[in-house]
């Protein structure tokens, strides 16, 4: 199992276990964060490690080789000088460090891949978190956003304030049936000062009015007088 994937266990188990306690989606993405911040520390790391590990088996594998072709000299110097015995045993030597090179290239291949695994890895990883951090941010907006709504609503439906408007409804019934009182009080009573002034100026309308209606009458009663008198004579 690769790092990579025991992260994904890792996160799934803890995303779970927030679950069950019903924990806020703030803690649940931090804690997301939080655990592929410490894996890609981890990651970085184990391929740290790797590669010093590469460069010292390079070392070694470069004293194997230098050697080997010591021992190829001792063996060809052997031969020269028709001592087969010797040249026999420097070639033993030079097989045996030939088969301890090939464990090393062996070993420098399987590094390889790893170190390779390594960076898939942590490619993978940092895409990841950077997913992860952006929807850190929108999470944490939503849920405050979400939060700050939830609590307006509540005071909405509050039952408090129903009673509170209701108590203001009733002070305006009663201020308005003060106020009815108050206007009902001076119904009937004597006006004022301009309101009786301007009564008499209407009089005064009115009596002119009526002195005209009275002269006009008096001129046709008058009219028909004179037409009898001058019918006598």
Do not use: Y
């Not at 690769?2 to 996160?11: A, G, M």
């Not at 390779?116 to 939503?142: C, H, M, P, T, Y």
């Not at 049936?177 to 005064?204: K, Q, V």
Request: negative net charge.
């Amino acid at each position: 199992m690769s790092i990579f994937s025991r992260l994904s266990d890792i996160i799934n188990a803890n995303l779970n276990a927030l679950v069950e306690k019903a924990e806020d989606p703030e803690k649940i993405i931090r804690l997301m964060v939080q655990e592929m911040e410490d894996t890609l520390v981890e990651i970085r790391s184990a391929a740290a490690k790797c590669i010093a590990d590469q460069k010292e088996l390079r070392r070694r594998l470069e004293f194997l080789e230098k050697d080997e072709a010591e021992w190829t000299q001792r063996a060809e110097l052997a031969i020269r000088r028709e001592r087969e015995d010797l040249a026999r045993a420097a070639l033993a030597e030079k097989q045996n460090i030939s088969d301890e090179i090939k464990a090393v290239h062996g070993d420098l291949d399987l590094l390889g891949e790893q170190l390779e695994n390594f960076n898939n890895d942590i490619g993978k990883l940092q895409a990841k978190l950077s997913d992860a951090k952006n929807r850190q941010r929108s999470i944490v907006l939503r849920h405050k956003t979400a939060t700050t709504q939830l609590a307006a609503r509540k005071h909405i439906h509050d039952d408090s304030i129903d009673d509170m408007l209701f108590r203001f409804e009733n002070a305006e019934r009663k201020i308005d049936r003060i106020e009815s009182e108050g206007e009902a009080m001076g119904m009937g009573r004597r006006r004022n000062l301009a309101d009786e002034i301007a009564g008499l100026e209407d009089n005064d309308r009115v009596e002119a009015e009526l002195e005209s209606l009275k002269s006009q009458l008096g001129q046709k009663k008058s009219t028909p007088s004179a037409k009898s008198t001058k019918e006598k004579s």
